[in-house]
């Protein structure tokens, strides 16, 4: 399969956001990460809102395992967020971010198992790169 433009362009738009918000999230969860992980929440909520005021149709497909699933990725989310944001007001955000970018990576080796996605050698490598490059740069070098 090959790659469109529309998925390398949101590909980096989405890496902008995270790694801007992210940054924004280091500076408000310096001061207390609990008001950071609540902001967000609430925007969520803002937006599920908004989403579901112009679909309501949505809603019917909230049943059986995508029910199931939706809970357990927004439990996962939910508290990873958290955790990135307690652990932005104790540590660095040069350590903790890169470390906490392996999670696309992880995505990928789950779609490959479990949904099948087929992936070529290069992007094997790559991702082994990428997760290398983030070990390297998350070591304390003080």
């Known amino acids: 399969m090959v790659m469109s433009i529309n998925e390398i362009m949101a590909g ?6 995270y790694g801007v918000g992210t940054f924004f999230a280091k500076i408000v969860s310096e001061k207390d990460p609990f008001l950071q992980w609540i902001i967000v929440n609430i925007i969520g909520v803002i937006l599920c809102i908004v989403i579901i005021a112009r679909e309501p149709q949505k809603l019917q497909l909230l049943h059986g395992k995508i ?12 508290v990873g967020s958290l955790l990135l944001y307690f652990t932005l007001h104790k540590g ?11 999670g696309p990576a992880i995505t ?3 779609a490959v198992i479990f949904l099948k996605e087929h992936i070529s050698y290069i992007q ?14 998350s070591m304390n070098s003080q």
């Open 12 to 17: 980096i738009a989405i890496a902008v956001m």
């Open 67 to 78: 029910l199931l699933y939706g809970v357990i990725s927004a439990i996962l989310v939910v």
């Open 92 to 102: 660095r955000a040069s350590i903790v971010v890169p470390l906490s970018s392996i």
């Open 108 to 110: 990928t080796i789950l």
């Open 124 to 137: 094997i490598i790559g991702i082994v790169l990428v997760i290398l490059g983030i070990v390297l740069i």
